[in-house]
Every structure is written in C-alpha cells, then in structure tokens.
C-alpha cells in the first residue's frame, strides 16, 4: 500500500482538484493523509465532507499553527503504507509526477528526491540556488539542488525517521541524512494554484536556519573566528560580536527546544484513523 502525506494549510479552494488528480494517477492501493495545520479558512470542514464519501481519506486536525515540517512528521507517525509520499497541497507538486515517484521505488530505490524546475522569479530561483550551494558545501549532508519535501520513502526510512524524537526538524536533510539508496527525478513546478503560501520571508529564513543549525557546526566555527578578530581590532568590530552572540543564541534556543521535551505536536481531531 502506498500513502501520501499532505500537511495542509489555507488551501480548501484546492483540495478538491488536488485529490481528484490523485485518484486519477494512482492505480494501486492507496491512503491519503491530511494533516490539517489549524489555518484560517474552512480546510477542515471541507476535508470532513470529503471523507465521509472517500474511505481512503484520513484527516488530522492539530490542536494549533505547528508549521510544515511538523505537521508533515505528524503524518509520517500515521502512515501505514510500505511507501510513504510527502507532497504540498497547492498544486505546485502535480500528482502526475506520483507514477514517476512509484516506478523509482519499484526500481529499489528506498528514496526518491523529487527536484523541481521553478517557475519562479529569478530572484527567488537565485535565492534558493544560493541556500541549497551553501547548504552543501558546509554540512554533513548533501541534499539535491532544488529538492524539497516532495517525494518518496520506503517503510524502514519512515520508521528511521519517525524514532528519531528532535523537534527542530528539517525534513529533507534528515531524509538525506538517513542514507539507503537514493535517487532523483526531475520536474516542471507550476505555479500556485488557489490561496496564498504561508511562506512569507521572515518564515523562509527561519526555515533555512533551522537547517543550517541542524546539519553543520560551521556557523559556530565562524563565530569564533569572528570573535577573535573583534578582539583584536577592539570597537571597530563590535558588529561581529553581536553576530557572534546571535549565532550561539540560536544554538542555545535549540538546544532549550530540546530539552523541554514537549510533544512536537498536539492532535484536535482524528477522522477515518
């Protein structure tokens, strides 16, 4: 069996057409999971009335806003399928592209990176060309340019990553960071269907932090070196301080989200689970 996670959020002008594509591409036996993220619109009331008529749709609803990557591991903790899909709800990942993620697994890959062509402007192309370089040329893990959370696990992968219990997730360097056999495909992204992304700037630079901070110890390493240059050239470099400090704030904030142990979510409501 095969199941698709889709942490949804301010999109029920899409779900409709988004599940309907679904059922059209997929011809094997499948769940669909939706991870309702407590947003603004109707998502809610709208997935209860679908799944009153379609037995393979499941819902969770969460008790509040807990973001993308922890609505999407909510998911992966509910999946009972042999393969498990992350995908957005806007449209933007075509459930055409499923067969192509399906047949890769078949091939005996136990990950498949979906890696999209953007359709974007070219400041934000540039802008998340520039994330992934860095990214990979300073952590410990590489991740595909332009992979996002699209795309497919085995079982054992979900299970690896559903036992691992940080809270500052970021799910596409812990998919790397898991090994097994990978591979890629390569897509047209469209652009967004109904509604607005939840993603505004301040939320992408939090997220790119999240994985800077979760997979490599060089901002530490240049904080330090920063540190002693401010040292030696006194005021001048006071600015470099205070970056220094922000660095290891950030560190200790992780570190305080840790050990806090708080559950990384809370469910409202569960339907058709």
């Known amino acids: 069996m095969l199941s698709i996670v889709i942490p949804t959020y301010n999109s029920a ?15 094997t036996d ?10 603004p619109d109707d ?40 393969a498990v899909i992350i995908m957005d709800d806007d449209l933007q990942d075509p459930p055409e ?10 091939e005996g890959y136990d990950v498949v990176y979906a890696v999209r062509n953007r359709n974007e402007s070219r400041l934000r192309c540039l802008a998340y060309k520039l994330f992934y370089r860095i990214f990979n040329k300073i952590s410990y893990v590489q991740i595909p340019i332009n992979s996002g959370d699209f795309g497919l696990m085995t079982r054992k992968v979900v299970d690896v990553l559903n036992s691992m219990p940080e809270h500052s997730r970021f799910l596409r360097g812990l998919r790397a960071w898991v090994g097994f056999k990978q591979a890629s495909i390569t897509y047209e992204r469209p652009k967004r269907g109904k509604g607005k992304s939840g993603y505004n700037l301040i939320k992408v630079l939090q ?23 401010a040292l030696i050239y006194g005021r001048v470099f006071d600015a470099m301080e205070l970056f220094c400090i922000g660095i290891l704030g950030k560190y200790i904030i992780r570190i305080s989200d840790e050990v ?14």
Do not use: H
């Open 207 to 229: 997220f790119v932090m999240y994985g800077l901070l979760a997979f490599s110890n060089m901002p530490l390493y240049i904080s330090i070196v920063f540190g002693i240059i």
């Open 260 to 273: 806090n142990q708080r559950p990384l979510y809370i469910i409202k409501e569960k339907i058709n689970l």
């Open 13 to 27: 002008s899409n779900l409709k057409k988004l599940i309907y594509r679904i059922y059209k591409v997929l011809k």
């Open 43 to 82: 998502t809610l009331e709208t997935l209860r009335i679908l799944s009153k008529r379609l037995p393979e749709l499941k819902v969770i609803s969460l008790s509040r806003n807990f973001g993308q990557q922890l609505a999407s591991s909510c998911g992966l903790k509910y999946a009972k399928g042999d």
């Open 30 to 39: 499948f769940e669909i999971i939706f991870v309702d993220d407590c947003g």
């Open 97 to 106: 592209v499923l067969p192509r993620l399906i047949e890769k697994w078949k």
